[in-house]
Each structure stands twice: as structure tokens, then as C-alpha cells.
């Protein structure tokens, strides 16, 4: 919802007095008008481009007024077309003597408004043209192309206009290329979540949980259909086969691609998306020039994103790559199109490991004995991970008291990359371990990746690829992991840290193992009194860490590492139990 509201009924005369106080070496207010025209003085006798619509969409409109886009844009009420009106005040004040373009999103209100301010701007000499957009693909069917709404290419359509209008074309000119993109643009979109309008405590529309509206229109205008919710790939071939269904007869392969936001779909979601959109446009024979990845049409807060694809001409093409600058978009006379490149790592100055398959170091050879704990080792760690997979969003939950509730992702993305790793067989447990400790870190990152990696890594190192892994030897070697975390992490016993269930374990083990206890006896114990340690640190307070300002609210929560380090513990008892290759510490013989 819109949080940030005053007086309900003044949201857009805030709105537009914050941004000019902030963007005024862009825009200048029209007194008398909801709008802007552009700061710099006029330049005689060129073309004017004017747009407009309701409020609710930035940085349409406000934000694409400057130098290669808009000399002026107008403003209505939330999702409300701007009066005849105000249209009429922008567009004498933007008028520079060589005509202006009117140009907004295909909406009746806004068809009506334009129209009359238009002529009501040539009685007074000042020839107005009108230019909509219709790029909407799911609002109308081809043939009824004309009716099709404006979403987020009208950006492209204005940015042709705005660069033919800032080098000088005749008025005329800047029409027919205006129409020309127009008719080159098609934009389909999806929304996951509503919009509220100002002071209102109920979204606009609702999608149900667990769903998305195909097609759904920019002010919540009904779709074509719901789906549920997809994976980013499948979103993404979504939208590009609707885009490309509708590709002209004759279009070259050049295209200006644009992957929308519609308010609340944040950035690193959209690159996401668009890493699947670059692919799928590249392998359909698709060049995109200069693509476009944020929010360029929005709706308050509406959760969605949409793809728009405008096939490029010579004549196009040099217009989207015109120099622009604006509050909202910035592009410089150098920007280029380039192919990506991935920096090889020896080009960072870093040697590439030889002799192993995955280019890190090669494993020395393994003892039999080895080689069969190596086997039990990998069958421990994806017993980790399906319990991690089974607990991540409980994980997430209790790391979101103290945290930003990542905890059971990156668990599961650091253990995930870890059993991969951990996978080609031929290597003793010391470099199985090893290998898994690097990719853990790796993968997951922050506190839960270096101290799991530290610890899977510390355990590989003690035990080495050449002796056989007796009880003694594996208790010593989960002994000195947990003396690492401790030293590297700071923590100390009592300070609720994933050590507070590591030192319980270790220490249980080593002591289970000293009676003799059989390998999945001793584990199972040891895991028992993690589990109890674990759930004992929802009566502490956090000492060290995230959680620590938190002081008395952290109490009772346990603390996510230690609970997660429990359940691992549990789960990878189970393949030491009555599997040959499990004798990983075998049972001595007591004197």
C-alpha cells in the first residue's frame, strides 16, 4: 500500500512540489498547470513534445521531461486524465514556435482531454498534433490494434519523438516517426499483487495468493487470463512468445527491449527476469540495441513487470540511441551496444589450478579406507540437505526476528553446491570435505558461509586422503572445526551463535566414541544433544552478532544457526546406520 500520504486529496500537488524541489535543474513549474515544462530555455522554432496522463506511473511523466525526451509533460489526479485544461496551459507553455506533439497511453479520458486541447491550442495558432500509443498486446486483438491501452512503450515511442523533436525535424516529421515506433511496439505484462491509491487502506484489485494476472492493465483493467505463479524462466518465455506472436511481417532483427517494473518488482527481480528475456530474444534471432532494465511505467505499488519489444529501422534506431538526460533516464552520446564478456579468471591475475576436472587442485590418492568415508561423507551431506530443503522456510522465520529471514536460503544454497561439489567420486574424504567446504562458502556467503565452510573444510584437513577414519580421529577432526569457528567467528559459549550447538556436539561425540559407541550410536547421541543445546538458546539473550541489539525481544527464539546445525546433525544420522561403507569411526575393541 502507499504509506507515505498526507492529505489524500493533495497527493499530487506533494508530489509535484517535491520533485521540483529536487529536479529543478530539469523542470520548471507552470503556474496555474499540474505539470512541468523544462528549466533550460527554449530553443526557437523547434518541435515541442508534450505527454501526460494520471498520475500514479513515474517517472512517466514528470521523469522524462529534459534534453532528448519531453519539453513538458501534464499530470492528472491519480489514474485520472489530466483536464483539457491543464493540457492546454503545458502546451503553450512548452511551445518553442515549431509545433507540438501531444502524446499519452490509449485511455478514453485521455483520447478526449488531448483531443480538445489540441484544437483549442490551433485556434491559437499553435499547431498540435496527437500521437497515442497502443503497445498493450493483451488488451485487443491485431485487428483491432487502434484500441489497444498504452503500458510501458509508450517510453520507447516518447524517446523517438523527444530525440527527432531535440535535433530539429519538422513537426510533421516527428509525427510519422512517432507512429512509425508506435507501430513498431508491443508490450505484454503480468501483475502478482494490487495497487492502493492514496489514503485508502484496501488495494485498487487483488490477485489471488499464489497467482498471477496475465495481461492485466496498468490502472488494474481486467487480463486475459491467470496463471499461477512461475519460476523466472517460465515468466519469461511467457512474455517473450506473446511479444514475438506479434512481430510485423518484413522487421529486421534489431530491436529496443525494455523489461518494466511496475512499482514494487525490484531491481535485482528484473535483472533476474531479463538474464531469461536476453536468452530467449538472442535465440529467436532477436539484436537488442541499447535494452532497458527498471521501472519505467509504473502503478504506485503495484507488484508486476512487463516486457516491450520495438523493432528497430535505421531511422527508429537512431532516435533510441540519442543522448537523453532526465531525473529518471540518462543516456550519454557514447553509449555503445556490446556483446557480454566474461573476464576469464587467469585474466585477474589468478592461476587456474591444474590436473582436476573442475580446475582446483588436484586430489592426492586416496586409501581405500578413504575412499569408502568419502562415500559415507557424500551420503551425509545430502541427508543435510533434504532436511534443510524440508526446514528452509521455518529457518527463514526464525532468522527474520534478528535478521533478514535468509538463513534456511542460504543454508540450502550453500549445502545444494556442496553436495555438488562433493560428488565426483575417485577422491578421499579429506578432499570430498575440502571441495564441499569451498563451495559451501562460496555459494552461500555471509556468517552461515564462511563458518559451514570453515567447518566442512577443517574436518576434510584432519582427516586427510590417506588414513583410515577411525573414532578418534573423526572426533578430533569436528573437535578442531569447532575450535575454528570459535577462534575465526569471535563467539564464545553462551553468546547464541551457531557454537552454542557445535561445542555440545563435539564434545558429545568425542565422549561416545571414547566408550566405544558404534558410529551411528555415537552420531545419534551427539546429534540429540545439539538438538537440546539448539532449542536451550531461546532463553539467552544474543550477545554477539545481528541479534544482539535486539536484547530481551530475542528471547524465546532460538537462534537459527544452532537449530539448523541440530537438524543437519539428525538427519545425517541416518546413512551411518547398517551401511558397510558408514565405518567411519568402526567400533574398537574394549580391553
Known amino acids: 500500500m502507499t504509506h507515505v500520504v498526507g492529505d489524500p486529496t493533495r497527493f499530487r500537488a506533494d508530489a509535484l512540489d517535491g520533485f521540483a524541489a529536487a529536479y529543478g535543474r530539469y523542470v520548471a513549474r507552470v503556474e496555474g498547470a499540474s505539470g512541468f515544462v523544462r528549466s533550460a530555455a527554449p530553443r526557437e522554432g523547434r518541435v515541442s513534445l508534450v505527454v501526460g496522463g494520471g498520475s500514479g506511473h513515474y517517472p512517466s511523466y514528470a521523469g522524462l521531461v529534459g534534453p532528448g525526451l519531453a519539453q513538458g509533460c501534464v499530470l492528472g489526479d491519480v489514474f485520472t486524465s489530466p483536464s483539457a485544461a491543464q493540457v492546454h496551459r503545458i502546451g503553450r507553455a512548452a511551445d518553442q514556435g515549431g509545433g507540438l506533439i501531444l502524446a499519452f497511453g490509449n485511455y478514453a479520458g485521455d483520447r478526449l482531454n488531448f483531443a480538445i486541447a489540441a484544437e483549442r491550442l490551433a485556434a491559437e495558432g499553435i499547431d498540435s498534433r496527437v500521437v497515442y500509443v497502443t503497445d498493450d498486446v493483451a488488451s485487443a486483438p491485431p485487428a483491432e490494434a487502434d484500441s489497444r491501452r498504452g503500458i510501458a512503450g509508450t517510453f520507447t515511442v516518447y524517446k523517438v519523438g523527444g530525440a527527432a523533436a531535440d535535433r530539429g525535424d519538422s513537426l510533421a516529421e516527428v509525427e510519422r ?5 508506435n507501430a513498431a511496439t508491443f508490450s505484454f505484462g503480468v501483475a502478482f499483487a494490487g495497487c492502493t491509491l492514496p489514503g485508502q487502506s484496501e488495494p485498487l484489485f487483488t490477485v489471488p495468493a499464489g497467482t498471477l494476472e496475465l495481461g492485466l492493465g496498468i490502472h488494474g483493467e481486467p487480463g486475459i487470463g491467470e496463471s499461477t505463479i512461475l519460476p523466472a524462466e517460465e515468466l519469461a518465455a511467457k512474455l517473450v512468445d506473446a511479444v514475438l506472436a506479434e512481430r510485423p511481417a518484413g522487421a529486421g532483427p534489431r530491436a529496443a527491449v525494455l523489461v518494466n517494473g511496475l512499482g514494487a518488482t525490484k531491481y535485482e527481480e528484473l535483472f533476474g527476469l531479463n538474464s531469461h528475456v536476453a536468452r530467449l530474444l538472442a535465440a529467436a534471432g532477436v539484436e ?8 519505467l511505467v509504473t502503478s504506485l505499488d503495484m507488484a508486476g513487470c512487463s516486457l516491450s519489444v520495438t523493432w528497430l529501422d535505421r531511422e527508429l534506431e537512431e532516435c533510441w540511441r540519442a543522448p537523453a538526460a532526465t531525473a529518471a533516464f540518462h543516456r550519454a552520446a557514447t553509449d555503445e ?3 557480454v564478456v566474461t573476464v576469464p579468471l587467469a585474466g585477474l591475475g589468478a592461476e587456474v589450478g591444474a590436473g582436476s576436472a573442475d580446475g582446483g587442485e588436484a586430489a592426492s590418492p586416496a586409501s581405500a579406507e578413504s575412499l569408502a568415508a568419502a562415500a559415507t561423507a557424500r551420503a551425509m551431506l545430502a541427508a543435510m540437505l533434504d532436511a534443510l530443503v524440508e526446514n528452509e522456510a521455518e529457518l527463514g522465520r526464525l532468522d527474520a526476528v534478528a535478521g533478514d529471514g535468509d538463513h534456511g536460503m542460504g543454508m540450502v544454497r550453500g549445502m545444494r553446491a556442496a553436495v555438488a561439489a562433493a560428488t565426483p567420486e575417485g577422491a578421499g574424504v579429506g578432499t570430498t570435505l575440502a571441495r564441499a567446504g569451498d563451495a559451501f562458502a562460496d555459494a552461500a556467503g555471509g556468517t552461515s558461509g564462511i563458518l559451514w565452510g570453515l567447518i566442512l573444510s577443517t574436518v576434510g584437513a584432519e582427516l586427510g586422503d590417506a588414513e583410515a577414519v577411525d573414532g578418534p580421529r573423526f ?3 569436528i573437535g578442531a572445526a569447532a575450535e575454528a569457528v570459535a577462534r575465526i567467528g569471535g563467539a564464545k559459549p553462551g553468546d547464541k551463535t551457531l557454537l552454542d550447538a557445535l561445542i555440545p556436539f563435539a564434545e558429545c561425540l568425542a565422549a561416545e566414541v571414547e566408550s566405544g559407541a558404534t558410529a551411528a550410536d555415537a552420531w545419534r547421541a551427539a546429534a540429540a544433544t545439539a538438538a537440546d543445546a539448539a532449542a536451550a538458546t531461546a532463553d539467552w539473550q ?3 552478532g545481528r541479534a544482539r541489539p535486539l536484547g530481551a525481544r530475542g528471547v524465546g527464539t532460538p537462534d537459527p544457526g544452532a537449530t539448523s546445525l541440530a537438524l543437519m546433525a539428525a538427519a545425517a544420522a541416518a546413512p551411518l546406520a547398517g551401511d ?12
Open 177 to 181: 516517426l512517432m507512429r512509425a515506433a
Open 288 to 295: 537488442s540495441v541499447l535494452p532497458e532494465v527498471g521501472e
Open 337 to 339: 551496444v556490446r556483446t
Open 475 to 477: 572426533a578430533a577432526a
Open 542 to 544: 544474543a550477545r554477539i
Open 580 to 591: 558397510p561403507g558408514a565405518e567411519l569411526f568402526p567400533q574398537r575393541d574394549k580391553e
